[in-house]
């Protein structure tokens, strides 16, 4: 087997174009592909990243419907509870009312039947001191006759 000039171009070709390959297309896609590499890399780095972060800011929020929803109802609850204290002061004060109205026409009542007793009282006197004169004939000493009425008029009208 011989080697000849011919095959010694064709193995310095090939190395010149191994070379010239590696530094031109070989070196910078491999750089390409080492930066595309780094670059999803991160994508993902950055993805899970953002999913923690998406956890944490459900979480978060979970936390923070919770606790509005227990305020909420406590606000409810005292609500309720101002509504209730309101609805029995308002009876209350509707219970005192009535028994103050009841109480003011009891009096007014009682002070009317006074009128009136103190009015028959008076009539009666009259009548009786009409009846008095009409029987003897004559005028009878009215104030001695008047206190004498007027104690038996009480005496009969005090039990009524």
Not at 79 to 102: D, F, H, P
């Amino acid at each position: 087997m011989s080697i000849d000039l011919t095959f010694i171009g064709q193995i310095l070709v090939f190395l010149t174009m191994v070379v010239l390959l590696w530094k031109n297309l070989y070196g910078p896609l491999n750089d390409a592909m080492e930066a595309r590499t780094k670059k999803i890399a991160e994508g993902l780095a950055a993805a899970d990243a953002g999913k923690e972060a998406k956890s944490r800011a459900e979480a978060e929020i979970d936390v923070q419907l919770k606790e509005a929803r227990a305020k909420a109802q406590e606000i409810v609850a005292a609500a309720e509870k101002r509504a209730a204290e309101l609805s029995e002061e308002a009876v209350t004060k509707a219970r005192v009312s009535a028994q103050q109205i009841a109480e003011s026409a009891r009096g007014e009542v009682e002070a009317e039947v006074n009128r009136a007793r103190q009015s028959l009282r008076q009539e009666v006197a009259a009548i009786a001191m009409l009846a008095a004169e009409n029987v003897i004939g004559e005028e009878l000493d009215a104030k001695r006759h008047a206190k004498l009425i007027d104690g038996v008029v009480s005496e009969g009208f005090g039990r009524a």
